[in-house]
């Protein structure tokens, strides 16, 4: 029963890659961007504005982080996986976030002072080599020819950024719950989205784009988190996380349905790699048997 909530997670996630690339032609990323985490905040503000403002002197120094993790997960994570769905696919887009855990393991190394284990390399490797054969579609030398699409460089840099957004959250201990810090940051993501919102032309939100607004803004924004969260109490941070790896698998089905995405062999094999890469490096060594009698 349990593993619903991480399952339901990453389904509404696997989702919210197809908005993304619907939303492409209806509103403009800029608008998207702002209004996803506008709409986000009103809903959780009659929830959070009075645990927020008892706790405003306990908030206020740590405002400085908070808006710089508010600009990396909230503001360049959401708007570049927005501006990048007019480039590429949303089977690509979900392979490619799903390197975050990954990613979040090497910045970990300089910033967490973390050890990084041989699995973890044997994984990354992997991983890399997948990738490279599906942004190739499956021939190296378009790639090294023409490189890869602006759509798949900014999902890159966006799983990059959402990487160092996770690894700075475990950095920053902060003496906030985690809808406080929530909430904090998404107020002050909206604040900063507005001169992006100003600087766009499509920002009418008509009957086309309402829903895909509003599935971000509840159930990618708020109810996912809320899944998650809830996941992770009764699982386990370790046993909820390998659920992030069915997110591809999710969207790619989606996708060939509701957009025709076609796959082709070197989907099959790329994102396996990739997938089996990001498992493999999550792995964990079994302790010795005196480690365990000295623990």
């Not at 909230?74 to 927005?82: A, D, K, P, R, T």
């Not at 999902?155 to 990059?160: D, I, K, M, T």
């Not at 046993?239 to 099959?268: C, D, K, R």
């Amino acid at each position: 029963m349990f593993y619903l909530f991480p399952l339901l997670t990453v389904s509404i996630w696997a989702g919210n890659a197809i908005v993304n690339k619907l939303s492409c032609s209806v509103i403009d990323p800029g608008a998207i961007s702002f209004y996803r985490w506008f709409f986000a905040m009103s809903v959780l503000t009659p929830f959070m504005l009075r645990s927020v403002w008892r706790s405003r002197l306990v908030i206020r120094p740590y405002l400085p982080k908070l808006a710089f993790l508010a600009l990396l997960g909230m503001v360049l994570n959401q708007s570049l996986g927005y501006f990048a769905a007019a480039t590429t696919t949303a089977t690509n887009m979900a392979l490619i976030i799903s390197l975050v855990p990954l990613i979040s393991m090497f910045l970990s190394v300089p910033l967490l002072g973390q050890r990084l284990l041989p699995l973890a390399i044997v994984g990354a490797v992997l991983s890399l080599s997948g990738l490279v054969l599906m942004l190739s579609h499956g021939d190296i030398s378009i790639l090294v020819a023409q490189g890869i699409t602006e759509g798949d460089a900014l999902v890159l840099l966006a799983a990059f950024v959402y990487a160092l957004y996770c690894v700075l959250l475990k950095r920053w201990q902060m003496p906030l719950s985690n809808w406080q810090s929530v909430y904090v940051q998404g107020v002050l993501a909206v604040l900063m989205l507005t001169p992006l919102l100003l600087s766009s032309e499509r920002v009418t939100v008509t009957s086309e784009s309402l829903p895909l607004i509003m599935y971000a803004a509840i159930f990618a924004s708020v109810i996912a988190p809320w899944c998650w969260l809830q996941g992770i109490q009764r699982l386990g941070a370790d046993s909820a996380a390998m659920f992030m790896n069915l997110m591809p698998v999710i969207t790619a089905g989606i996708a060939s349905v509701m957009l025709n995405e076609q796959l082709a062999a070197y989907h099959y094999v790329g994102g396996g790699m990739v997938l089996a890469g990001v498992v493999l490096a999550q792995r964990k060594p079994k302790a010795m048997p005196q480690q365990l009698a000295t623990a």
